[in-house]
């Protein structure tokens, strides 16, 4: 574990802080930790190449669950250490060979003296600027920082704006904008005073100084904290220190360090169990091992931010805490994803993740791919890559001789939350290239057919083709697939209708003309009793004539008219098993729809046919009497049905 600051050496700002390497340290303390242990096993030390892994060619905001659960706080590819250039490997080679023909007392001496020189030149020209392992956390590594600057990237990194963040307090947020700050300007001047500010804030200076946040969030009270920026912040310093030299960056970090690799019992982010280790998204005093969520995107944050760091430092210590993590990031691999046909957000409660959590995490297993050449991390960005080639695919609509690209950034497992970016389509044929985009998938101005889903004619060999589907936000690019079209033949019906039965319940009941009363003032409680959940509910019950196939690339859309907002919950009976999910408050108007996906129900990839649907009107707060009626409940079966639709109806369809 790195060691803590020294006592005696720190006061309340960075501009009192005394150096680490003063005139009483010998020149040999001041060498990069590298270059002390070559020194001291220098007869058993052999050339080593600097990593530097390559540059290769990504809003997250606080999830709460849309299932059953409650609110809670919130390219793939083998990045392989570069080689050594052809005049590299020829000097080092002779260098070696020099050294192997002279006796064993000259060799050792004339390492240790090739060493030395190197060392003084290193300190003569930088100071005591720190080069450890040819890692540079800050250098311009695109795949590498994408999961940080992706993050709050439309946060002001004004000085008023910051501010803003400290008053806050949000320490992940705070850290994120400096970050890209100093990635935008490279002024130390700019960032320093910021730093400082963070210093006094959260008292870092103290023993057991942590940034906590100063907020309540969900069911976490003030005080909570987060494995997120335990490990960014303090990885951000040791990049600042490597940029400027500052060694009072390090020695913080170094402070900080330390108190994150701690147990969560001890007031630190770690969760060990064997030899692995889970990093804590949300934390607090007194937590328990049964109480951790298990949030994979904060628990890849922070493993990122480690293994950055144990490359940057060259720390055994950091490099092992980073395996342990890895360890156990494999070992859940499967409750996540593997066996799924969409991504969890956590394990407890299992919690379905949203498509924006999708494409993050898979920019975070892309980052690890360029940090670790382990093919664990490419697999695991593959898979997710899978996930969304397959529920947000590009199709081919042939039909009456024309053919139409075809794509949607509405798909599971929400998909009346349109949360895939802005998308960018790329199609190829090795003859002729189309480029096509979604600039603004939630802009609520437009119809749904003009934001959220595209149609366009197309002349490519439909054999040859192969497309590419990008997300941009704010100017920053993240691939989330390249595949074949996926083809459409012949006509298409706007969804299939079903025929039912309908009953009412509780606060719900039957009108004349199909239409459905919701009264909150209704009573079914005896009278002499409290009042129960049957007098803060109505139910409508449909029933299909037949049962009707489903599976996890359908879409279930019930269309009514009502004069009042309502609050929703859906359960689904199929084959005897009962699928419930909530769903947003939709508002009054006409030809309203409720857009639902297997997926968006806990064990959804399961549900194989529609036997009853019930929806729940929750009349708790509801503050009068609201009229609906049923238009139509139907099942469209591919993004292509559901275009056809919102081609020829512009409803009033809920956009979060």
């Not at 020829?90 to 050294?99: L, Q, S, V």
């Not at 009976?573 to 857009?595: H, I, M």
């Amino acid at each position: 574990m790195p060691a803590p600051l020294r006592a005696g050496k720190q006061s309340t700002t960075f501009s009192h802080w005394r150096r680490l390497d003063g005139t009483d340290t010998s020149q040999l303390s001041r060498l990069p930790r590298a270059l002390r242990s070559q020194t001291s096993a220098i007869a058993h030390q052999s050339h080593k190449q600097s990593y530097n892994p390559p540059v290769s060619t990504g809003w997250a905001q606080a999830y709460y669950s849309t299932g059953t659960a409650n609110p809670i706080p919130s390219a793939p590819r083998s990045a392989e250490r570069p080689q050594p250039d052809s005049q590299t490997k020829r000097r080092t080679t002779i260098t070696e060979w020099k050294i192997s023909e002279m006796p064993s007392s000259m060799s050792t001496a004339w390492s240790l003296i090739r060493t030395l020189l190197l060392a003084f030149f290193v300190i003569g020209c930088n100071g005591a600027a720190p080069s450890h392992a040819g890692f540079k956390i800050l250098s311009d590594q695109a795949d590498v920082l994408r999961p940080y600057v992706w993050f709050y990237a439309e946060t002001d990194s004004s000085d008023a704006g910051f501010q803003q963040q400290l008053d806050y307090g949000d320490p992940l947020r705070i850290t994120t904008v400096l970050l890209q700050d100093w990635l935008a300007h490279r002024d130390i001047d700019r960032i320093h005073p910021r730093i400082e500010e963070i210093i006094s804030k959260w008292n870092l200076q103290e023993p057991g100084g942590r940034l906590n946040y100063t907020f309540a969030y969900g069911r976490l009270s003030p005080g909570w904290y987060s494995a997120m920026d335990s490990w960014s912040f303090p990885m951000l310093l040791v990049g600042l220190w490597q940029e400027t030299g500052r060694t009072q960056y390090k020695a913080l970090a170094d402070k900080l360090i330390a108190q994150a690799s701690r147990s969560v019992s001890d007031g630190g982010t770690v969760w060990r169990s064997g030899d692995r280790c889970w990093f804590s998204e949300y934390a607090w005093d007194g937590m328990h091992a049964s109480d951790e969520y298990y949030v994979l995107n904060g628990h890849l944050y922070a493993l990122q931010s480690l293994r950055m760091l144990a490359l940057a430092l060259g720390d055994k210590t950091l490099d092992d805490l980073y395996r342990c993590g890895v360890r156990a990031t494999k070992i859940r691999s499967i409750d996540f994803l593997n066996e799924r046909p969409w991504p969890l957000y956590m394990l407890n409660p299992r919690t379905i993740n949203q498509t924006h959590y999708v494409i993050y995490e898979t920019m975070q297993f892309d980052a690890l791919s360029a940090l670790d050449k382990d093919p664990y991390f490419p697999n695991q960005a593959g898979l997710r890559r899978s996930v969304l080639q397959e529920h947000f695919p590009v199709y081919l609509h042939s039909h009456g001789g024309s053919r139409n690209l075809i794509i949607s950034a509405i798909g599971a497992p929400h998909p009346y939350q349109v949360d895939t970016y802005a998308l960018e389509l790329e199609c190829a044929d090795g003859t002729h290239t189309e480029k096509y985009s979604l600039p603004n998938p939630t802009d609520t101005r437009k119809p749904v057919i003009k934001r959220a889903m595209l149609s366009a004619p197309t002349r490519l060999d439909p054999e040859a083709t192969t497309c590419r589907l990008t997300s941009e936000y704010l100017g920053q690019r993240t691939m989330l697939y390249e595949s074949r079209l996926r083809p459409i033949y012949g006509d298409v019906v706007p969804g299939v209708d079903i025929a039912t039965k309908s009953e009412a319940l509780f606060d719900a009941y039957l009108g004349d003309g199909g239409r459905v009363i919701v009264d909150p003032s209704r009573r079914h409680s005896p009278s002499d009793a409290p009042s129960s959940y049957l007098d803060t509910q109505g139910r409508l019950t449909l029933t299909p004539t037949t049962p009707i196939a489903i599976d996890s690339g359908s879409f279930i859309g019930f269309e009514f008219d009502a004069d009042g907002p309502l609050k929703i919950g859906v359960m689904i009976n199929s084959k005897g098993r009962d699928f419930f999910r909530y769903y947003p408050e939709t508002r009054a108007g006409n030809r309203t729809l409720v857009l639902l996906s297997p997926l968006g129900f806990d064990d959804g990839d399961r549900m194989e046919t529609i036997d009853r649907i019930t929806f729940f009107f929750y009349t708790d707060k509801q503050e009068r009497q609201v009229e609906m009626t049923p238009r139509r409940l139907a099942v469209f079966r591919n993004q292509v049905e559901l275009y056809e639709y919102f081609n020829k109806v512009d409803p009033n369809f809920y956009t979060e």
